[in-house]
């Protein structure tokens, strides 16, 4: 099993461009999260979904689009990237609400 | 607003010596907690998880959980610089469909 795969894993955008960071999973896992990490901080918990064709909002979701069309993808948009948006974004997934979570290798994304 | 707290740190140990790491959690409902360890740059990846009150060991890592007392410790005895790296304490809210909540991590240093 290849667990939860980011790509990319570096990217370099420009202020009000637009990027989907990707996100898969193949554990079979119905729960899947988006985290935003900034330097030297905790995990903020962007978006998560419990489902294929149901997503919930985080701590910090503005800014910031997700979609769950298969239970293995869980690709985040980012529409018009703003500076405050440079951060490191971890994909994790996991069986069930109060389960282990297991963390893909993160995106790191600077927005210039 | 349900919270996890943890020392920032940085906590500096000896080499050999035992480091103790703490987190306190806010929602008494709560019922899973979860260790977790992060190298710099890296993505967190699981030590422990403890559900029942009392201690857990793995190796030369013991999970300690009062849940009168909201606490739930993490020691690493033995210590070694292999282990420096940032602690991430989680909780589960026990409630279908929701997200753990992960405290901002204590950093760890261990020196040789």
């Known amino acids: 099993n290849a667990g939860v795969t980011q790509t990319p894993k570096f990217r370099i955008l420009k202020i009000g461009q637009s990027m989907t960071l990707q996100c898969t999973q193949d554990m079979n896992h119905n729960y899947m999260y988006w985290y935003r990490q900034d330097p030297g901080m905790g995990l903020k918990l962007i978006y998560y979904?419990?489902?294929?064709?149901?997503?919930d909002k985080g701590e910090v979701p503005n800014g910031y689009n997700v979609s769950r069309s298969t239970t293995e993808d869980f690709p985040l948009r980012l529409e018009l990237a703003a500076p405050s948006q440079t951060s490191v974004y971890f994909c994790a997934s996991s069986h069930g609400t109060d389960n282990e979570q297991f963390f893909g290798p993160g995106t790191r994304l600077t927005v210039l | 607003q349900k919270e996890v707290e943890q020392n920032s740190g940085p906590l500096s140990v000896p080499e050999g010596a035992i480091a103790s790491l703490n987190c306190t959690y806010s929602d008494r409902g709560s019922q899973s907690f979860f260790w977790y360890r992060q190298y710099s740059g890296k993505s967190p990846e699981l030590i422990m998880f403890?559900?029942?009150?009392g201690d857990k060991e793995d190796g030369r890592f013991t999970a300690q959980l009062n849940k009168a007392s909201q606490y739930v410790s993490l020691l690493i005895r033995d210590s070694q610089p292999s282990d420096s790296a940032t602690y991430l304490c989680a909780v589960g809210q026990n409630q279908a469909g929701t997200a753990l909540i992960f405290g901002k991590g204590t950093t760890l240093s261990v020196s040789s």
């Open positions: 979904s419990v489902g294929a064709g149901i997503t």
């Open positions: 403890i559900y029942s009150n």
